[in-house]
């Protein structure tokens, strides 16, 4: 009995809400109980993985949706729970030491990142964001970067006034505030009515795509994160960005029945963010503005993948971006603050210093780009297959092109920080001379674990070609050479 | 020239909506037009007849010959809830908006105040530091400053009363925690010098929150179901009725309040010279 | 008439988030916007000749007219979420006049 309340999704959110609540008037404790919040949760993440057995609908109150509010566990949102709350623990681990009096507000961003990856209700998914914004406007000003964190506050509102537009115009048309219900009701008149629902998904897709980073309102990124320290870095790109896109890919699966006026509307937003972001990374030379452009980019690839209802191949490209993301921007992080810098010239050769941190870095830069027997090849190839399969192919000829200008940069940034030129040049730094290795051998720990994982991810599927491909691989190139 | 632009953009978004709310008929679906709402359509109305739970359950089990001679037979006609009357009704609260709030959506409730709270403790991170009063550039009059100590005491009362009764008048814990910090803010203008116990209010609010939690988890462990109502909700209209749903709102109120107060210490105060 | 009014009230907001410099006219710019959303979604729930959701002891049946109170329930959470961003808007409106001197957003120089 007891096992079986401990298995209860609601505990992801519960918990850490009630820790944030002592923590408030138990001050001297309050970093103790994140840490307690924060492995509770992963272990009970894991825990839920290994009995699932089938989607679960936890019913709050006890009341049935669409009258209550429930929550969903089904393998989508199983799949976030796992990653978000691992890699919470992992950034904890790593930038322990920056939280300050920052506790409650990290374990309130714990519990609405759970509760936007499990919630089934459309306004439930409003008050989780509006949480999770707050909590990010407060702990993106920690370093008095207090403009920024301004500006974000002021567009994040907006979008979720946005937002909330559109959910009461789908409630004044459906009647419901529940996204299976109204996808229920969608399924029984057959796909038609998509003119109506013109304007609600517009708000809603304006506002979400300030929160998921999407280009023209994702201008509060560059201002956030260009500055920003290893916790708060990764907390945005890996954290708030898996669990926003994964809410995104839920209200795409459920809600959204789009004419095709929309669809392009949306792609083109999509693909005009990867494209402006993509070219963006390219021209920077500071490593933090590279990665942020690059989280906008992936964020961009992720949408257009949900709005042709590839979801598989979604989560997988979202996974393997926030697991790298984590990786580079923590090691990012770490360089800027212990070198004062993240300027790619004056890091040159750091990696010579710290070769563990090197390895797991250039594993995850290769992840990201998609290199074969890396965890992101078979991500990648997925979304090709499954945009080829759908028809069309202009899509993944701009996402083959802008993988190529991703790999670019990227490999420019590897070859310069493992590059030791001359002796002279290295030594002449005498930050680089100072350097605290020390604290980096826990990073360099974590990242070649993380490395380890990633490979092995992506040299299994080549095992198992026909189980884990949504298309048999070798049938597929006979099509293609066929087709030529 | 960015204001023509942004005039532009805000006229053209107008139209769109305009466009789109009032004109055309696209069906099958529609936007109901204003004041056409149709209850039945909706799930309010099984908020407003408190039969949610009703006819809950039949659809789950097999039916076999036993279960449906014992099940309620579903085609009776729920019974009609009766201010003074019925006993035991689904939440048992008179207010129905407080009946969603605190019942049937009482997650986003929990949301709401975790919002309340976070800003609040946001605004603590970034106004903190030894404080002393800011003065303003007037002195309180003789009516401000003692007309304040009688006013305090009422408005306190009367918060008290409009979060103690949510359940059977408008207002509920939000309004209720408002009033009383408003009282708060009155002391504060009235006399320059006051200064709120600011550590008492966030412990007040620390636990208020916590108890509303752990309201949820007692759910959870009695009941089966996260913040369930698992008090029994006696009549509609009385004072002691709706389960869980008083106490809850008592909790909300005192904590609405104590953040409030926090917050206007906040803003009210500026650190000391050094 | 009451959509209408929200809606350009919407409109007037997001017209003052365009525009604005000031961080205060900012803050109140988005309390423009967000009062407009919350008189929409009470909009919403009307029912023509519908009385408030509550049982008294002269509306004491739940038979009668009632208007929507889902819509009720949701503009109240609406209005606390708007308050507590207020606040925090405006703590950060105080520290940035401290570090910068002024409100004025364009005169705030530094990254």
Same mark, same amino acid.
């Given at each position: ?32 109980? !994140? ?26 109150? %006890? ?40 506790? #409650? ?51 994040? #509102? ?110 083109? *937003? ?16 500071? !490593? ?60 040159? %050769? ?9 390895? %797991? ?62 002796? %002279? ?20 720990? *974590? ?38 | ?34 004041? $056409? ?74 949301? $709401? ?158 650190? $000391?010279?050094? | ?50 009385? &408030? ?9 739940? &038979? ?8 009720? &329930? ?14 925090? &808007? ?22």
């Amino acid at each position: 009995m007891a096992l079986d309340i401990l298995k209860n999704p609601v505990l992801l959110i519960a918990v850490p809400l009630l820790l944030a609540f002592l923590a408030v008037f138990l001050k001297k404790i309050d970093k103790a109980l !994140l840490w307690i919040a924060a492995v509770a949760n992963a272990a009970s993440a894991v825990l839920l993985a290994v009995v699932y057995q089938g989607m679960t609908v936890v019913e709050l109150g %006890g009341f049935k949706p669409p009258f209550g509010i429930s929550l969903v566990l089904d393998e989508y949102s199983l799949i976030g729970v796992v990653v978000l709350n691992v890699l919470f623990a992992l950034i904890l681990l790593l930038s322990g030491k920056l939280v300050k009096q920052y506790a #409650t507000v990290l374990l309130v961003a714990l519990a609405a990142l759970n509760g936007i990856i499990l919630t089934g209700d459309l306004f439930n998914l409003f008050v989780f964001l509006e949480i999770a914004a707050i909590a990010a406007y407060i702990f993106t000003a920690m370093d008095k970067g207090f403009k920024h964190s301004f500006n974000y506050l002021v567009v994040g #509102t907006l979008g979720s006034g946005l937002y909330l537009f559109g959910i009461i115009l789908l409630y004044n048309i459906f009647g419901s505030l529940n996204m299976f219900d109204i996808r229920a009701q969608l399924q029984a008149i057959g796909g038609a009515g998509a003119e109506t629902l013109t304007l609600p998904l517009v708000m809603i897709f304006t506002g979400l795509s300030v929160e998921a980073k999407l280009m023209p309102f994702g201008g509060w990124v560059k201002g956030v994160l260009h500055k920003a320290n290893s916790l708060v870095g990764t907390m945005i790109v890996s954290g708030y960005a898996l669990a926003v896109l994964l809410a995104v890919g839920r209200l795409m699966d459920t809600v959204f029945q789009m004419t095709d006026a929309v669809l392009i509307a949306f792609t083109a *937003v999509a693909v005009g963010t990867l494209i402006f972001a993509e070219a963006s990374a390219f021209s920077k030379k500071n !490593l933090r503005e590279i990665l942020l452009f690059s989280s906008v980019a992936q964020a961009g690839l992720v949408v257009l993948l949900f709005l042709y209802g590839l979801t598989v191949p979604a989560v997988l490209v979202l996974v393997n971006n926030v697991v790298s993301k984590f990786v580079l921007f923590t090691v990012a992080g770490r360089l800027a603050h212990a070198l004062e810098t993240d300027d790619i010239g004056e890091l040159k %050769g750091v990696f010579v210093k710290v070769p563990l941190v090197g390895v %797991g870095f250039t594993v995850a830069v290769m992840s990201l780009i998609g290199l074969p027997l890396f965890f992101g090849f078979v991500a990648k190839i997925n979304a090709l297959v499954g945009l080829f399969n759908a028809g069309n192919v202009w899509l993944p000829l701009i996402i083959l092109v802008m993988a190529v200008v991703e790999g670019a940069y990227f490999v420019r940034i590897l070859t310069t920080l493992w590059n030791t030129g001359e002796e %002279g040049e290295v030594s002449s730094r005498d930050n680089l001379k100072a350097f605290n290795l020390d604290g980096m051998k826990g990073l360099g720990v *974590v990242s070649v674990g993380i490395a380890i994982v990633i490979v092995a991810l992506g040299i299994l599927p080549v095992l198992n070609i026909k189980q884990f491909f949504s298309v048999d691989f070798m049938t597929f190139v006979q099509q293609l050479l066929g087709g030529m | 020239m960015k204001q023509v632009v942004s005039i532009l953009l805000v006229v053209a978004l107008g139209v769109f909506v305009f466009l789109a709310l009032y004109t055309g008929d696209h069906s099958p679906l529609q936007f109901t037009p204003y004041g $056409e709402a149709d209850l039945s359509t909706r799930v309010s109305q099984r908020f407003v007849d408190k039969t949610v739970t009703l006819g809950m359950g039949e659809a789950e089990t097999a039916p076999d010959a036993q279960a449906e001679a014992d099940a309620p037979a579903f085609e009776a006609m729920p019974a009609l809830v009766v201010y003074g009357e019925t006993r035991d009704a689904e939440t048992g609260s008179a207010n129905m908006v407080t009946s969603i709030v605190v019942n049937y959506r009482s997650f986003d409730t929990l949301g $709401e105040v975790t919002v309340l709270f976070i800003a609040a403790f946001g605004v603590g991170l970034l106004l903190s530091g030894k404080r002393k009063r800011q003065q303003p550039a007037y002195e309180p009059s003789f009516i401000l400053k003692h007309g304040a100590r009688i006013v305090f005491g009422i408005m306190v009362v009367f918060g008290v009363y409009v979060f103690i009764h949510g359940h059977l008048t408008p207002g509920g814990g939000f309004p209720g925690g408002s009033i009383i910090a408003a009282a708060i803010l009155l002391l504060y203008i009235a006399d320059n010098e006051f200064q709120a116990k600011v550590k008492t209010f966030k412990i007040l609010e620390g636990v208020a929150g916590s108890l509303y939690v752990i309201a949820g988890l007692l759910g959870l462990v009695i009941g089966g179901y996260f913040l369930q109502n698992f008090l029994p909700t006696g009549v509609v209209g009385d004072l002691v009725s709706a389960g869980v749903i008083p106490i809850v709102y008592i909790l909300i109120g005192l904590k609405v309040g104590s953040e409030l107060t926090g917050v206007i210490a906040g803003f009210a105060t500026e650190e $000391e010279a050094e | 008439m009451i959509q209408y009014v929200s809606i350009a009230l919407m409109l007037v907001g997001i017209y003052g988030l365009l525009t604005q410099k000031n961080v205060i006219k900012l803050i109140v710019s988005l309390n423009i916007f967000e009062v407009g959303i919350n008189v929409f979604i009470i909009s919403v729930g009307y029912v023509s000749g519908g009385i &408030a959701p509550i049982l008294t002891s002269q509306n004491n049946t739940s &038979a009668l007219l009632y208007v929507d109170p889902l819509p009720q &329930a949701l503009v109240l959470t609406s209005i606390v979420i708007g308050v507590g961003v207020t606040a925090l &808007a405006l703590a950060f409106a105080r520290r940035m006049h401290k570090q910068y001197g002024t409100y004025n957003l364009d005169e705030m120089e530094g990254e």
